[in-house]
């Protein structure tokens, strides 16, 4: 990792929840000479004000603190992907399979950051661009999934090709297109496979299949997805459960791997399974009351 100087900050908008740690946060680097970036939002916290758009940050900054849950830094993956700068996310929230820093571990990982002795882990992104008449009308990306959900309680007829061929047509209520990273999200839910997320991998998860026989699939990385609205009235697409828009009958929506990948930073002492074990409560029933939390 290069030499750290400008760091951005990004919190939750919740000044309850985050007002003194981003106070105590803000001191700590300014005490140790580092330049903080924070949009007016964020800075607003604690009484500050910004002239940056928080849109600019990412282009400026050598390293990202995210304060929130996995909902906030989801929003800030979109941001920073094409920069390539490593995110420390800090959970603030309650579930974060994300932002598996914790409060206590934050000064102590950002430390090792700070030193160059951190461990980022690259995380894939979808780029789903959505096309009407032969002309792109959308064109974002997801760290976690895009989803099509029906609008009305007609089922969703949706027909699929993999690298122009055709795959199978799915009815249902909609279909989930998801990373590794976003196997343990919607996808979860829908009944698909949790997938280490250092795969390069893209998971379909239709949502209630009319056809039992229809389930959840992992295909290669290197695929690219062509999803046609079959059915006589309008869908949403919805990316990270955030932002979306609406697809219309006849309209294609195109997804795969994104150029560039997010860098989230490891805590030390931390791995995947153990975030699995917490997150889930495995290996305890849920109900006891020793269960990790």
């Known amino acids: 990792m290069d030499t750290i100087q400008k760091i951005g900050i990004f919190s939750k908008q919740k000044p309850d929840i985050s007002r003194k740690v981003l106070l105590e946060l803000s001191s700590w680097l300014r005490e140790r000479n580092y330049d903080i970036l924070m949009a007016p939002e964020t800075a607003g916290i604690i009484g500050e004000t910004s002239s940056l758009n928080k849109e600019e940050i990412p282009s400026k900054a050598d390293l990202i ?70 002309s792109t009308i959308q064109n974002d990306f997801a760290l976690n999934d895009v989803a099509i959900n029906k609008n009305s309680a007609r089922i969703v007829n949706l027909e699929v090709h993999v690298n122009g061929q055709y795959m199978t047509s799915y009815r249902a ?49 290197q695929s690219t997805l062509q999803v046609k609205l079959i059915t006589e009235e309008e869908v949403q697409v919805t990316l990270d459960g955030q932002t979306g828009y609406p697809m219309f009958p006849d309209d294609v929506l195109e997804v795969k791997q994104g150029p560039t990948p997010v860098s989230l930073i490891q805590a030390k002492g931390k791995n995947y399974y153990q975030v699995l074990r917490q997150k889930l409560h495995w290996g305890r029933p849920a109900d006891d009351p020793k269960s990790e939390s």
């Open 65 to 134: 603190i995210v304060l929130g849950g996995d909902g906030t830094l989801l929003s800030v993956a979109r941001l920073t992907h094409p920069f390539d700068v490593p995110i420390l996310a800090v959970n603030l929230g309650s579930l974060g399979f994300l932002t598996e820093v914790s409060l206590p571990d934050m000064y102590g990982t950002l430390k090792q950051v700070l030193k160059g002795e951190s461990v980022s882990e690259r995380r894939m992104l979808l780029n789903a661009s959505l096309q009407r008449k032969g």
């Open 173 to 221: 209520d909609g279909l989930i297109i998801a990373t590794p990273t976003g196997s343990t999200a919607y996808s979860l839910s829908a009944g698909g496979p949790i997938i280490h997320p250092s795969m390069n991998a893209l998971l379909l998860s239709p949502i209630c299949p009319f056809t039992l026989t229809n389930r959840p699939i992992v295909i290669p990385n």
